[in-house]
């Protein structure tokens, strides 16, 4: 199984061509989605997951037009599969195994509800449990156990799934389809460029990266899901103890416990925001040399990662993505440090979180 930093590597070139056959991929959920009139879209699923729920629900509904709503499995299945008539439930599950998201499945066509299963891998165990079965459209055979490789991918699937469907229940017209493919071509091309910046601030801030003993993510909009996202790569593989929260949340408690040898990340990717991000950044200096802003703007620094682009806010995350894979990845790398051993292994499958068959 590849490393993270190299399934990061190759993330680009899968989604080209995904973009490539964007159509055919996503058809079969256009389809289900277009038969009805559906007042709003629920995505289940958990761990990465979920935090792809979280970046692609923007994306959703600015060009659907349609509230899409994201919960966990368990708290699909125990508490918020109330009131979904006339929803689209989509369970979300990268290898198709996870029991959780099954019993999910189970609830919503308990329910009633119409349901579908997407997962990465073909004829995985969650299409058993519905009817509706779909495929991301980006699996090459390799296992990826950290969703490096996929964690973009399949933001960009729910993204040409609203293009495509947009188009046909006519949310947005052709012009407007064909500007916002350009600007997921353009996305997808500036991801090297992207992986690139990320390695040279690694380089530039390695030993104070290395020595730090927390990490705080802010972000909002569909930068809040990888806020999110950075708990689950920092903590699998470095064990590194990382959180997320919304950026002004942050201020709400948890910047009260920041201290000299925490690091804290801003996301700032959306113009409606950047003041006050930029803002609180610059204050959060008084707490801690280690505060890092990952901006689109022309603010630089030694502690800036700047990914320049003119892509949509709601497009943000496929380019911003490769901050919380990539610099775990390189920590890993330098310090022979993996948060997953043997004892955490022995737990989930003691847990029962996987089903084989």
Not at 45 to 57: D, F, L, R, T, V
């Amino acid at each position: 199984m590849k490393w993270m930093t190299d399934c990061v590597k190759e993330a680009p070139a899968v989604c080209a061509s995904m973009l490539k056959n964007r159509e055919a991929i996503v058809d079969k959920l256009v389809k289900l989605y277009v038969a009805k009139p559906y007042n709003k879209i629920v995505l289940v699923g958990s761990g990465s997951s979920n935090n792809i729920a979280s970046c692609a629900k923007p994306i959703m509904e600015k060009i659907l037009k349609k509230k899409v709503e994201v919960y966990t499995p368990i708290a699909f299945e125990l508490y918020e599969y109330k009131f979904n008539e006339n929803s689209l439930v989509i369970c979300l599950s990268q290898s198709g195994r996870s029991t959780n998201t099954i019993k999910a499945v189970l609830k919503a066509k308990e329910c009633g509800y119409d349901v579908a299963a997407i997962s990465m891998v073909p004829h995985s165990p969650i299409g058993n449990y519905c009817e509706n079965v779909l495929e991301y459209g980006s699996y090459n055979g390799e296992l990826d156990s950290f969703v490096c490789r996929y964690f973009a991918s399949s933001v960009l699937y729910f993204a040409m799934f609203a293009l495509e469907a947009g188009l046909k229940t006519e949310t947005i017209g052709k012009d407007e389809h064909k500007k916002y493919v350009k600007q997921l071509e353009e996305a997808v091309k500036l991801m090297p460029a992207a992986i690139d910046a990320v390695n040279n601030f690694y380089d530039r801030n390695k030993q104070d990266l290395l020595s730090m003993k927390r990490c705080m993510f802010m972000g909002i909009g569909d930068l809040f899901g990888l806020a999110t996202e950075a708990t689950l790569k920092f903590s699998e593989t470095t064990g590194i103890p990382t959180n997320g929260y919304e950026i002004e949340e942050f201020l709400h408690g948890p910047a009260y416990e920041v201290k000299k040898d925490h690091a804290l990340f801003f996301f700032d990717g959306d113009p409606i925001v950047h003041d006050r991000i930029v803002e609180i950044y610059s204050e959060m200096n008084q707490l801690t040399d280690r505060v890092y802003l990952i901006t689109d703007s022309d603010i630089k620094g030694q502690k800036v990662i700047n990914i320049n682009n003119d892509i949509d806010p709601i497009f943000k995350s496929l380019l911003f993505l490769c901050v919380v894979q990539m610099i775990p990845g390189r920590i890993c790398e330098d310090t022979g440090a993996r948060a997953i051993t043997i004892y955490n292994y022995r737990v989930q499958q003691a847990l029962a979180t996987k089903q084989d068959k």
